[in-house]
């Protein structure tokens, strides 16, 4: 399985639409407004895919339209998505941003560190460990 995400940050309107008509379904928007502005303006089958940095004051903003977010990357951003998720009765699945560019701009758990994150995510969403993947990578909750 494979799945196209087409990345829409800063294109207009009308140029989602035309990928909408062509059969495109999944959409990656970078920040918090983008995803605000369009989401109202498109069909509601389209799924949005969060791909930038996600500050945890956005989340409460982005969490009813967003079908994956790419870019988990601390602890504290996970338990603010849990508890956004579960205020509206949604399973929200996330993907762990892994930084290994060593560019001082760019966000996510270094490489070195990652086996303990994952250990410490684990430990605080115990709850949730029947749901945990086998090698595919998704930390989900149902």
């Known amino acids: 399985m494979f799945l196209l995400v087409a990345v829409s940050k800063t294109k207009p ?3 989602l639409k035309e990928a909408y008509d ?3 379904r999944d959409f990656g928007e970078n920040k918090a407004q983008e995803i605000l502005d369009k989401c109202p303006n498109l069909p509601e089958d389209i799924k949005w895919h969060f791909i930038g940095h996600l500050q ?3 989340v409460k903003q982005i969490i009813r339209y967003t079908h994956l ?3 988990v990357d601390s602890l504290k951003l996970i338990a603010e998505i849990d508890k956004r998720a579960q205020a509206i009765g949604k399973t929200q699945d996330i993907l762990i941003q892994v930084h290994i ?3 001082e701009s760019k966000f996510g758990i270094p490489l070195e ?3 303990s994150f994952i250990a410490n995510t684990m ?3 115990s709850k949730y460990k029947n749901n945990w993947p086998h090698g595919n990578g998704h930390f989900h909750r149902q």
């Open 13 to 15: 309107l009308s140029i």
């Open 56 to 58: 945890s004051k956005k």
């Open 113 to 115: 560190k990652l086996s």
């Open 22 to 24: 062509a059969g495109q």
């Open 101 to 103: 560019a060593k560019e």
């Open 123 to 125: 430990d605080h969403f």
């Open 69 to 71: 977010i790419h870019s």
